[in-house]
């Protein structure tokens, strides 16, 4: 079946460091890929996503590119801000799964001033 | 935005009681509603589809008795965990709207059964 594994945390970084959090997924057909986070107190919020290989998704500063030959769809942002201060969940959703959405385990990432 | 409200945000209740939680879409109407649920450092992992006027669907290894979902109104689905234990501790998120990946989802409730 499908599942995505992704980087333990806690990732803790001073700011304005660069910042790498790893997924790699396992999927029967052609997945689309996201990324969500959820900042405290709050609910998940969709950050982004790509819907096929080589694709690169973008928003507030972070990217992920969907490698289909390594399985991978890292999350990347090049100066991280102490309002980045979240819990960041990989996921992926094939079209036709009856189990929708399949989530990673999350990383907590803590940005210091 | 549109915005899914989850209450309450932690519970802690005896082992043996019930507790229930409630999963509101604020400013839109949601025919279907997800109930995921996640243990420590693990994934979230999808419990049961909560659908309006009808029963939920659950996905396999979830018992439907213990896990009574309702979902009486197009704005509020509730879930109730019967007879909580311990093994019953972790956190509980919905969520609503549109397809799976571009619903909208609650804060999560953290339940611990002590």
């Known amino acids: 079946g499908d599942s995505v594994t992704q980087m333990e945390g806690p990732v803790t970084l001073s700011e304005e460091a660069f910042l790498t959090i790893n997924c790699t997924y396992t999927?029967?057909?052609?997945?689309?890929l996201f990324w969500y986070v959820q900042y405290p107190g709050e609910g998940l919020q969709l950050l982004l996503k790509?819907?096929?290989?080589?694709d690169k998704g973008s928003n507030k500063g972070f990217e992920a590119t969907y490698r289909k030959e390594t399985t991978s769809f890292h999350l990347e942002k090049g100066s991280v801000q102490v309002s980045d201060s979240a819990v960041y969940f990989c996921a992926l959703y094939e079209a036709g799964s009856a189990r929708q959405l399949t989530f990673g385990s999350g990383t907590q990432l803590t940005v210091l001033p | 935005g549109a915005v899914v409200s989850q209450h309450p945000s932690w519970v802690i209740c005896k082992s043996g009681t019930s507790v229930k939680i409630e999963c509101r879409s604020l400013?839109?109407?949601?025919?279907?509603m997800f109930w995921y649920r996640q243990f420590p450092k693990q994934s979230l992992m999808l419990m049961a589809t909560?659908?309006?006027?009808?029963?939920?669907?659950?996905e396999q290894g979830v018992e439907k008795d213990k896990f009574l979902i309702n979902h009486a109104s197009l704005t509020l689905s509730t879930l109730t965990v019967t007879s909580a234990h311990p093994e019953d501790s972790s956190f509980y998120i919905c969520s609503a709207g549109g397809q799976a990946y571009e619903a909208f989802f609650g804060q999560g409730t953290r339940l611990t059964v002590v």
């Open positions: 790509a819907t096929k290989a080589d």
């Open positions: 400013d839109f109407q949601a025919t279907t």
């Open positions: 909560s659908n309006e006027g009808s029963k939920a669907t659950y």
């Open positions: 999927a029967t057909g052609y997945p689309s």
